[in-house]
């Protein structure tokens, strides 16, 4: 079954046995996350009131998230965007969320990837789900090679001059005694090296990115990871790629290296997607694993690469405060800024009243902005539309930005903003 976006499933008029309120997916913030959803009208939260369609009826629709699972034992659902995959940039979407400063662990909340069930076939998602590996991979590996690579005693058997560690007797004799050479030693020691299992196993998975990032169309983007690729090997060039599927099943994550766990569950899935194979990188990509992408999330980091591009510090990324968490606060101008992956925002219709009433109790929050208030915070809501490219902070103020935009016309200190989606040319 093919959908997209936000779209209702053919044929089911009840729920379903198994799934009964949908599909939900895992989440470690305190928000439901949905695959599919019983809904009986089709309207998601954030487009009641105002912009709400005529009455869709009941059924199962497909939420914000994109992905490939499985609805039954047989049948497989992949979902799009609205959008188009074949129009969305992912790779340059995911390498400036990735950019935005904010810690590598929250950027694992915007997707999940199992695979452990069968792949489906879903070559929609060709241009998703190989930049999102590679580009979270290269940047975790990044963050590893700015201190020092791990090292661990290893164990060594080597022919030598000289006895180092503890002569192999067997090894020796058959490797010196009986073929003559009084001149050698068989030893085994231990070396304390950077060689060990666990950057084996990045080394090799760095060597498949190589590759993969030549199959990726050419721009700026490609460009600049793989200067962050040399960068990595770089630093892995006294250590092997050589290591066995067997080993990999013995490497443990260790809670004192958390950055090299995350990049050892990314290691072991490029390597699994692949079929551990440098070759299969090549050829047809159409049979995915199982996966999901949430959408507003993903555009949620999109725009704070965006802000810190342009104001650095200046931007507060989910402060805590007494309502909630905002997406984004700034305190010089004050300004609360929200985004919304609802692209019917970019009609003439209203914001809806939930969107207002969240907002105002943000701009409202003394937890959040602790000098008196002597003025109404404004209030900005960002969403997505089609269209060319752009960074609408860089080199402006928000003062001045606030100025050239106009303010809603029902709602006092509200303000809208579209915001694209980074496309291919």
């Known amino acids: 079954m093919r959908y997209q976006e936000h779209q209702r499933l053919d044929g089911i008029s009840s729920p ?17 996350r949905w695959f599919f959803r019983w809904q009986w009208n089709g309207i998601f939260p954030g487009e009641e009131d105002e912009n709400a369609e005529t009455d869709k009826g009941p059924g199962y629709y497909t939420s914000y998230v994109i992905g490939a699972q499985w609805f039954d034992d047989e049948k497989s659902l992949v979902v799009t965007p609205k959008a188009g995959c074949s129009k969305i940039d992912f790779l340059q979407l995911f390498s400036r969320c990735l950019q935005a400063g904010f810690e590598l662990e929250a950027f694992s909340e915007i997707y ?3 695979m452990e069930q069968p792949r489906i076939k879903a070559p929609e998602l060709q241009s998703v789900l190989s930049p999102l590996i590679v580009v979270h991979f290269l940047s975790v590996v990044r963050v590893i090679v700015q201190g020092e690579l791990k090292k661990d005693y290893i164990q ?28 050698k030693v068989f030893c085994r020691y231990q070396e304390y090296s950077v060689d060990i299992p666990e950057n084996r196993l990045l080394k090799k998975a ?30 892995f060039a006294h250590v092997s790629d050589e290591i066995e599927i067997w080993e990999l099943k013995h490497l443990k994550h260790q809670k004192l290296f958390r950055t090299y766990s995350e990049a050892i569950r990314l290691a ?9 194979s440098l070759t299969n990188i090549q050829s047809s990509e159409e049979d995915c694993p199982v996966f999901w992408l949430d959408m507003p999330l993903l555009y949620e ?26 997406d984004f606060i700034c305190l010089d101008p004050r300004l609360v800024i929200d985004t919304k992956y609802i692209p ?17 109790g943000y701009a409202r ?16 809501v960002i969403y997505p539309e089609e269209g060319a490219e752009r960074n609408p902070f860089r080199d402006k103020p928000l003062r001045e930005l606030l100025l050239e935009i106009e303010e809603e016309k029902s709602v006092w200190g509200f303000y809208r903003l579209a915001v694209p989606l980074p496309t291919l040319r």
Request: glycine residues 4%; proline residues 5%; aromatic residues 6%.
């Open 365 to 380: 929050d003394r937890k959040l902005f602790k000098d008196p208030i002597t003025e109404p915070i404004p209030c900005l």
């Open 301 to 326: 980091h999109y725009i704070l690469g965006l802000l810190r591009e342009a104001y650095e510090d200046q931007i507060l990324y989910q402060a805590k405060g007494s309502t909630g968490y905002p």
């Open 16 to 32: 379903h046995e198994k799934w009964k309120e949908g599909m939900r997916l895992p989440s470690k913030q305190e928000k439901d």
């Open 206 to 235: 760095l060597n498949f990115v190589r590759q993969l990032l030549q199959t990726f169309p050419h721009s700026e983007s490609r460009s600049s990871l793989e200067h962050t690729l040399n960068q990595c090997l770089s630093a």
């Open 268 to 276: 072991q899935i490029i390597l699994r997607r692949y079929d551990y």
């Open 344 to 360: 019917s925002l970019g009609s003439k219709s209203k914001i809806s009243s939930d969107i207002i009433r969240q907002l105002s």
């Open 156 to 183: 060594r058997e080597e022919n030598l001059k000289k006895v180092k560690g503890h002569i192999s007797v067997l090894r020796h004799e058959r490797t010196n005694v009986l073929r003559k050479r009084p001149d």
């Open 112 to 114: 999940g990837i199992d």
